[in-house]
């Protein structure tokens, strides 16, 4: 795993049990962070400093196939009710001019204090030479939408 994601994730207090691309969707999860894993930055969620979130892309060791995962870690002392999360990313359709996006929802879920949970998209074929950007969705409590910081993949597709 890149030191940067491990000391995030110790950073977090991410629960793992494990996840590779296809083994996931579309439900909150328990997951493990490998070098498989490819993470965007990390933020806040409006509602708290303590509620951490961020995008990640896992695909296969061949990097032919990804999805999307959405993580949330709720370091506060409080339940978080997870109204649900999506993603926005090219692997689900930017990059081959389709204008609907099919990489999944995940609905409702109460994160308890202490917990880290991802969202899982569809896994689906990577395109080849291409750049790709990605960015989730999560919304909580009453906030509204809140948005992971963008991130590019060019590092996928290795054709």
Not at 68 to 94: P, W
Not at 150 to 155: A, E, H, L, T, Y
């Amino acid at each position: 795993m890149p030191r940067a994601l491990t000391a995030l994730a110790a950073a977090m207090g991410f629960i793992a049990i494990g996840a590779t691309p296809a083994s996931a969707h579309p439900d909150w999860q328990t997951y493990k962070a490998n070098s498989n894993w490819d993470c965007g930055p990390s933020d806040n969620l409006s509602i708290s400093k303590s509620v951490i979130f961020q995008t990640c892309v896992v695909t296969t060791p061949s990097k032919t196939h990804g999805q999307l995962v959405v993580v949330v870690s709720n370091r506060s002392t409080k339940t978080v009710e997870l109204k649900g999360a999506e993603f926005d990313s090219d692997i689900y359709g930017r990059w081959d001019g389709r204008s609907e996006l099919s990489g999944g929802f995940c609905g409702f879920h109460e994160l308890k204090a202490g917990q880290a949970r991802g969202c899982f998209g569809n896994t689906v074929e990577l395109p080849c030479g291409v750049g790709l950007r990605h960015s989730g969705f999560v919304f909580a409590n009453r906030a509204g939408k809140d948005e992971t910081p963008p991130f590019s993949s060019d590092r996928l597709a290795g054709c």
